[in-house]
């Protein structure tokens, strides 16, 4: 059993503070945000705080921002402009520092390479990037003028790059000759120069130069950032944009195989990240924080560039993997730069577990003072390693669920306010202003100790405005299920003690690395293999993965089974959907169980992937094929 009494425990409860502005935000929304707004800096103040036509919110309508300007601009007016904002880490081992002040210049040179390319207000421009700091400034130049960033993750392949910019209709990608990982060398502008040719309204390619490849550059279209900088200007003004402006579209899995573009505004989105970080992350002045999330995420969109920087925060972004070149490699980080604030993910911590505490033990940490999780649930083996080798036993972790529609953290621990007594695997309670309860299926609240579905009952500034060029999608996915309420897709049960513990995903869609991939889009990848007649998809827990893939597939009559087979369609599906999309298992087999109306039973695919009790078979439409799965899953584990 894991130890729940920490010291911090008696000096802050009974919770009370919390309990106030909790019970405040909920019982006058609008005052409350107002005042929230009122710690950014406003062109023009907004005439209402909430127009909400359900299911869409506008925040701060007829207000006038500009997010570039919250994070760079007002702090270069202050004494921060000589203050940390960036310590970049390579992953080969060399860094650049950035201060405020050098952030503003290169934020406005970038903004002038995109004008001078004719980007403007509302161009949608997509970011294929490594973890540099030229993609944090990218993201603040697009803001500058008002154009519409789309960051993909660059583990992403041709093709889901190419699927992004085409559902947004970007006229200018900008990617680099390649990053690093794991030593080796991504060579991104090749994958760019394919998904170039399957998306046609791609009129500029920006390359910046990271792993000193010789891409080939098609001439008139591809530019090479450097040369573009030398004819860039060094001021250009933070363009005044309405709140309701897409600040950006950022694609995320759900439950039908096509990756949902998902918009958020500007001020409401700033807005509650700016309040939600300072809950959660008590940032200060001297702090030095540290995201290990990639920035292709929206844990990196709000928590390492936009909250952060709002806050003027010195921020720590470090480009490679965990354990390279040493399994030390996150805790040699964390000394040289004598980070605060540590925010991970399970998954991460769990891989370094493994590696032992030696491995910690070799550096100095006591300068940490607050960590975190985001991803998924942490287990409470993981936190409490987390909890004893990495904070000391001196600092408390901050457990913050939400997801890419939310914005930004919703249900956390909040110090900035005050302290909850931590129960390790539970993320405690809901920010300010988040309505979150947990309903049955008829959209009643259930009694506590009882599991459902989650919901936000009312809406928040962070919320999502909508999927991009999809309004209908957006109210079936979101808003149909319970109506009124926003379904988040998670299980969660509420303790005794009014604490939320999250329980996983209640849809078609996995959690791999804390990464979120639907099922129907890995199914849409495997049959998209000419061998493959039919798939589905399942996923088993994994030690450290949380869960991992394993697919089931019937085969064309004329294709026998074999290990070379698999080994194909794991690459075909590496090729199509990109590395985190890779199952951990292959199985082939006759037939797949199917309710009687055609719908595969997923809950058996499940329990016979991960090798638990199946359960009740009675919509089954032909039991023996459970049994044939299950055979064949015996069968093919032997040979695998
Ligand atoms: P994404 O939009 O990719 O960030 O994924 C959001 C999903 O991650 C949520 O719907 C949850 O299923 C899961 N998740 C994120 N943070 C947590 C957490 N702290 N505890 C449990 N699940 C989480």
């Not at 993201?139 to 992004?164: E, K, P, W």
């Not at 030690?543 to 075909?572: D, N, Y």
Request: hydrophobic share 40%; glycine share 8%.
């Amino acid at each position: 059993m894991v130890n729940t009494s920490l010291s911090f425990e008696s000096t802050y409860w009974p919770f009370k503070r919390y309990t106030e502005v909790y019970k405040r935000s909920l019982q006058d929304p609008e005052g409350f945000w107002a005042e929230e707004a009122r710690k950014l800096d406003w062109f023009k103040t907004w005439d209402t705080v909430l127009e909400w036509q359900p299911p869409f919110a506008q925040w701060f309508v007829g207000g006038e921002l500009n997010a570039c300007y919250q994070c760079v601009d007002r702090h270069v007016k202050t004494w921060r402009r000589s203050k940390v904002a960036i310590y970049w880490e390579g992953e080969p081992g060399d860094s650049r520092v950035l201060s405020y002040s050098t952030l503003y210049r290169w934020v406005n040179k970038f903004a002038s390479v995109l004008k001078n390319l004719g980007i403007g207000k509302g161009d949608r421009v997509t970011l294929y990037l490594p973890m540099v700091p030229e993609l944090p400034i990218f993201m603040l130049a697009c803001a500058r003028i008002g154009a519409v960033h789309t960051v993909v993750f660059s583990g992403f392949s041709a093709q889901a790059l190419a699927d992004r910019i085409n559902d947004t209709q970007a006229k200018l990608l900008v990617t680099a000759d390649a990053g690093f990982r794991r030593g080796k060398l991504l060579e991104l502008k090749n994958i760019s120069d394919e998904a170039v040719r399957l998306s046609p309204s791609i009129e500029k390619v920006i390359v910046a130069r990271r792993g000193n490849v010789i891409p080939k550059m098609k001439p008139r279209r591809d530019f090479w950032l450097h040369d573009l900088l030398d004819k860039a200007v060094v001021f250009v003004p933070a363009e005044p944009v309405e709140s309701t402006h897409p600040l950006y579209i950022l694609y995320t899995s759900g439950t039908t195989g096509k990756p949902k573009g998902i918009i958020h505004g500007t001020g409401g989105y700033l807005v509650f990240n700016n309040s939600a970080y300072k809950w959660v992350f008590d940032i200060k002045e001297e702090s030095v924080y540290w995201c290990s999330a990639d920035v292709g995420w929206v844990t990196g969109h709000s928590s390492i560039v936009y909250a952060p920087l709002c806050h003027g925060a010195a921020i720590v972004l470090y480009e490679g993997a965990p354990d390279y070149p040493s399994v030390d490699r996150w805790w040699d980080i964390i000394e040289k730069y004598g980070v605060t604030i540590f925010y991970t993910s399970p998954t991460g911590i769990r891989m370094l577990m493994k590696y032992g505490e030696d491995e910690v033990k070799k550096h100095d940490l006591s300068s940490l003072e607050l960590l975190g999780s985001v991803g998924e649930a942490i287990n409470p083996e993981a936190w409490q390693w987390y909890y004893e080798n990495i904070g000391g036993e001196r600092c408390p972790i901050v457990d913050t669920w939400w997801q890419t529609e939310t914005g930004g953290i919703m249900i956390s621990p909040a110090p900035g306010i005050e302290y909850a007594p931590l129960k390790p695997g539970s993320a405690t309670f809901p920010l300010p202003g988040v309505n979150a309860d947990i309903v049955d299926e008829n959209g009643k609240s259930v009694p506590t100790g009882e599991k459902g579905y989650l919901v936000i009952k009312t809406p928040w500034p962070g919320m999502l405005m909508g999927i991009y060029q999809d309004p209908q999608r957006y109210k079936e996915t979101y808003w149909s299920k319970f109506p009124g309420m926003f379904y988040t897709g998670d299980y969660a049960i509420k303790d005794k003690d009014g604490y939320f513990w999250l329980l996983g995903r209640a849809d078609e869609v996995l959690k791999i690395a804390g990464h979120r991939v639907g099922t129907i889009e890995i199914e849409d990848a495997v049959v998209s293999h000419q061998a493959v007649t039919e798939a589905a998809v399942a996923s088993k827990p994994d030690p450290v993965k949380g869960e991992s893939i394993v697919v089931f597939a019937t085969l064309k009559q004329a294709v026998s089974p074999s290990l070379q087979l698999k080994s194909e369609i794991r690459q075909h599906i590496r090729r199509t959907l990109g590395p985190i999309a890779t199952p951990d298992e292959i199985y082939f087999v006759a037939k797949l169980p199917k309710t009687r109306s055609g719908k595969i039973m997923r809950r058996i695919l499940k329990a016979v992937a991960s090798g638990s009790n199946i359960g009740d078979l009675t919509t089954l439409e032909d039991e023996a094929s459970v049994d044939e799965v299950r055979k064949a899953y015996e069968e093919l584990k032997k040979e695998v």
